[in-house]
């Protein structure tokens, strides 16, 4: 299968620095204005979708989307959301109603939560494996939402009679779900149309993949794979490097140790502790694999990796990926703009020239029925 580039939507604002956990000192705020340079900038350059985040210091992933449609006129988003929080039927009338408005321009990413502090605050006190056990219903219903006839459904967190979106015929947006527990695996493998991770070496990510590729063939099901980078490309690997040095140079101590805290209370999933072992060495030291660099995770949660290189580089590492299964990257760059520039015109072109990337949708036209 080809390969699918998509960017990172900065809704928690941007900096030239590596954006941390919690409230940041942003010094571009996450406003419309800015966004829609991001977005624009995404468009022009051919990624096929935009990663919009969800959580506390985020804006609303729904509506900061939903206010970039007009400025835009290919680009997909992939909006992150909770399930859980808010009704399965709601959620696909919603991406419905995303569908008609957009084109057909909506992925979902559903983050099943990894915080506990994170969820309290939004009142949901169920354990981790409860979560995912609801999320299993979650999906199920929201995917049965397209049915033609309708879904009656009795779990143990969710009972619908009859829940449909209005219109089955747009199309139902592709779900995108990560984990690494036994229990998300078991929920991706039934559930999701594309498994992702955090980025790891080749050959960690490799095992992960067959892991849950044996997963869903158990199921009866073929998922697609994507995995989610950082990236620093330049015109010469050692330009790229001095960016990458010059980034962890004003990271004091002290951040990284504050930092450090703060995600070990807020995030007990198995991708962080996995994100955690990368950089687990002195900060001079914190090269991963070939041009995978860790030093983001020092003062951040979740993706910790960064693709570090020239441009010729950084594509024979997605190469490398690409070829063990992975077809969808998830990218970003401090500061988001920039970042979107050095690689949609270093990168991207080699990638096109291989005939690697996927032919880029259109939106499609979309009409009331009857």
Known sequence: MSIHLHWFLPTAGDSRSVA?????????????????????AADRLGFDAVLTPTGTFCEDAWISTAALLAATERLRFLVAFRPGLISPTLAAQQAA??????????????????????????GDHLSKDERYARCDEFLEVLRGCWSEAGLDFTGDHFRVEDARVADPDLPRPPIFF??????????????????????????AAAEELARVRALAEAEGRTL????????????????????????????????????????AVHSASEGQARMNALHGGPIDKLVGAPNLGAGFGLVRGGAGTALVGSHDE?????????????????????????????????????????????ELPMPTATTARG
């Open 20 to 40: 941390g956990w919690g409230a940041t000192d942003a010094s571009r705020p996450a406003d419309l204005a800015y966004l829609t340079q991001v977005a624009q």
């Open 97 to 122: 109603t995303f569908q008609r408005m957009s084109g057909g321009r909506l992925l979902l990413n559903v983050v099943t939560g990894a915080s506990e502090v994170e969820q309290r605050r939004f």
């Open 178 to 203: 990560g984990g690494s527990s036994d229990a998300a695996l078991r929920v991706a493998a039934r559930q999701s149309d594309v498994w992702l991770m955090w980025g790891e070496p080749l050959e």
């Open 224 to 263: 697609e794979y994507g995995i989610r980078f950082h990236t620093i490309a330049r015109d010469r690997s050692e330009d790229a490097w001095a960016q990458t040095e010059r980034i962890l140079e004003s990271l004091t101590p002290e951040t990284i140790a504050e930092s450090q805290q703060v995600i």
């Open 314 to 358: 950084v594509a024979e590492r997605i190469r490398e990926y690409h070829e063990v299964g992975f077809t969808h990257f998830i990218l970003s760059g401090q500061p988001h703009l920039e970042e979107a520039y050095w690689f949609g015109e270093g990168v991207t072109p080699l990638l096109r020239r291989d005939g690697l990337l996927a």
